[in-house]
């Protein structure tokens, strides 16, 4: 089994009786992330996907805004008590020799379920935006609802886990292009916009990010800085999130249902609002 996904033994209680069997649980393991060298941050993740995971990260964070940015992203001395490689430390080499700004060194860990925290202040993610807000898409309220239909069928390791997050980057018409899985969703996302930094792909004028979770602040401000002009949630916004959204011509779409949504800012891409 890859580490994508575990095996464990558990006790289920089931008919009014304990069971003893083997059950699927989503991989977490740390990821150090170093730029010349030099630490940056540690993020807990699913392994899988760490090169897209890592540029996301340095994109969100200012340190890159192109994949030539990067010379190389390779894995390095990570070791268990075995000696053997863990492949959980990566170390990135940027173009021209740059090193890693001071100002971007971490002095906390991040966690699967709030990430390596970013700015804190809209007015800082605003500058640090390269992107103008897209004018499209437009998306029937059709498209909307289908969205986190199609996002679920891309949910492999979700069917065999029950216990993981995705992102999803869709077309307007509601169909769904690239689907990353982590324990974190704020790693999903950054999964999703490091594959689409390398492959030439930002900004996302065009593009639709949905993401299975709730929409904090830190997934608005990703979806912000890879220019890409709709979120749409499966579950609920933070009051932090709405207001970056609104700030930023962020069209914000939570609550995403069977047959319901809320939009929370920027209507005008939602047909017949």
């Known amino acids: ?12 209680y089931r008919d009014g009786r304990f069971v ?18 030099t630490s940056m941050a540690v993020t807990m993740r699913t392994p899988g996907h760490d090169v897209e995971l890592v540029h996301g990260f340095l994109h969100a964070e200012g340190v890159i805004a192109a994949a030539d940015d990067v010379v190389v992203a390779r894995y390095c001395d990570g070791v268990d008590d075995q000696g053997r490689n863990t492949y959980n430390v990566m170390d990135v080499a940027l173009a021209g020799g740059r090193v890693l700004d001071p100002s971007r060194q971490r002095t906390v860990d991040g966690t699967s379920a709030c990430g390596v925290c970013g700015s804190a202040s809209i007015d800082a993610i605003a500058q640090r935006s390269r992107h103008d807000s897209p004018e499209g898409p437009r998306l029937t309220p059709e498209a909307v609802l289908q ?9 492999t390791s979700f069917d065999r886990t029950g216990g ?36 030439g792909g930002l900004p996302l004028a ?20 890879a ?9 609920a916004p933070s009051s932090l999130a709405v207001e970056l959204a609104r700030d930023r011509g ?12 809320n939009v929370y800012s920027g209507a005008h891409r939602v047909l017949g609002t």
């Not at 890859?2 to 006790?11: D, H, P």
């Not at 077309?171 to 996302?189: C, F, I, K, Q, Y």
């Not at 065009?206 to 979806?223: C, D, H, W």
């Open 164 to 199: 993981i997050h995705a992102t999803g980057l869709a077309a307007a018409d509601g169909t769904m292009t690239l689907v990353r899985e982590d324990v974190g969703r704020h790693n999903a996302m950054d999964k999703v916009i490091g594959a689409a930094l390398m492959s």
């Open 20 to 37: 003893l069997r083997e059950d699927a649980v989503a991989g977490e393991e740390p990821l150090e992330i170093r730029v010349g060298g």
């Open 1 to 12: 089994m890859s580490r994508t996904v575990a095996r464990t033994r558990i006790r289920s």
């Open 250 to 261: 962020l069209t914000l779409i939570g609550f995403t249902r069977d047959a319901s949504f």
């Open 206 to 225: 065009e593009s639709v990010l949905v993401t299975s979770s709730r929409a904090s602040f830190e997934l608005v401000q990703k979806a912000v800085l």
């Open 147 to 155: 969205l986190p239909r199609s996002l679920r069928d891309g949910q």
């Open 227 to 235: 220019g890409c002009g709709v979120l749409v949630a499966v579950s």
